[in-house]
């Protein structure tokens, strides 16, 4: 099985890291506004704070420092939650849920295309048993086609499971 992105682990690590899955707030009931908000925090130095952290080469204060950066971004789209922390745990849940999962439907990939015994097994094996204990991240993946039209990007369903809650806003 291909593994999706360390970066989606570190994610969900640092959220776990902030406390347990908060609700997801009123203002992120809306898939787009979702899709919206994941966009804006699919930078490439988000993604390489994360990458850095998986190899133990991110110090605190550069950690602290990206997240100080995620809890700005994200007050412009969770409009109803005041406290940083909360606000960057489910940013950072959204985020993981929706980028394992837009990677996964994705067509082609860096490392190439991917094929439905892959969607399956990925979804099967590790998306799906997360979206069952992690609310917010579900609430992610069930954006990742919503994300992926707002960006314009192709995607399949092929070989993902019928139940899977990726499937939820074709």
Same mark, same amino acid.
């Not at 940013?91 to 996964?104: D, E, V």
């Given at each position: 099985m291909r593994v999706v992105d360390p970066n989606m682990d570190t994610a969900l690590q640092w959220a776990n890291e902030l406390g347990p899955p908060p609700p /997801? &707030? +009123? *203002? #992120? =009931?809306?898939?787009?506004?979702? @899709?919206? /908000?994941? !966009? @804006?925090?699919?930078? &490439?130095?988000? @993604? !390489? +704070?994360?990458? #850095?952290?998986? $190899? +133990?080469? /991110?110090?605190?204060?550069? =950690?602290? $420092?990206? /997240? !100080?950066?995620? @809890?700005?971004?994200t007050k412009i789209y969770i409009l109803d939650v005041e406290d940083d922390k909360t606000r960057v745990n489910i940013a950072l849940r959204l985020w993981s849920g929706c980028l394992s999962a837009a990677k996964t439907i994705a067509i082609q990939t860096v490392s190439g295309p991917n094929t439905p015994e892959m969607r399956a *097994?990925?979804? *099967?094996? =590790?998306?799906? &048993?997360?979206?069952?204990?992690d609310p917010i991240y579900c609430a992610g993946v069930e954006t990742a086609p919503s994300f992926k039209k707002l960006r314009n990007e192709p995607y399949s369903f092929e070989g993902v499971p019928q139940k899977s809650v990726v499937r939820i806003y074709p």
């Amino acid at each position: 099985m291909r593994v999706v992105d360390p970066n989606m682990d570190t994610a969900l690590q640092w959220a776990n890291e902030l406390g347990p899955p908060p609700p /997801l &707030p +009123s *203002s #992120l =009931k809306d898939v787009t506004q979702r @899709a919206k /908000l994941v !966009n @804006a925090i699919d930078e &490439p130095h988000f @993604a !390489n +704070s994360f990458f #850095l952290d998986f $190899q +133990s080469r /991110l110090s605190d204060v550069e =950690k602290n $420092q990206c /997240l !100080n950066e995620i @809890a700005n971004v994200t007050k412009i789209y969770i409009l109803d939650v005041e406290d940083d922390k909360t606000r960057v745990n489910i940013a950072l849940r959204l985020w993981s849920g929706c980028l394992s999962a837009a990677k996964t439907i994705a067509i082609q990939t860096v490392s190439g295309p991917n094929t439905p015994e892959m969607r399956a *097994s990925i979804f *099967s094996n =590790k998306i799906d &048993p997360i979206t069952q204990r992690d609310p917010i991240y579900c609430a992610g993946v069930e954006t990742a086609p919503s994300f992926k039209k707002l960006r314009n990007e192709p995607y399949s369903f092929e070989g993902v499971p019928q139940k899977s809650v990726v499937r939820i806003y074709p």
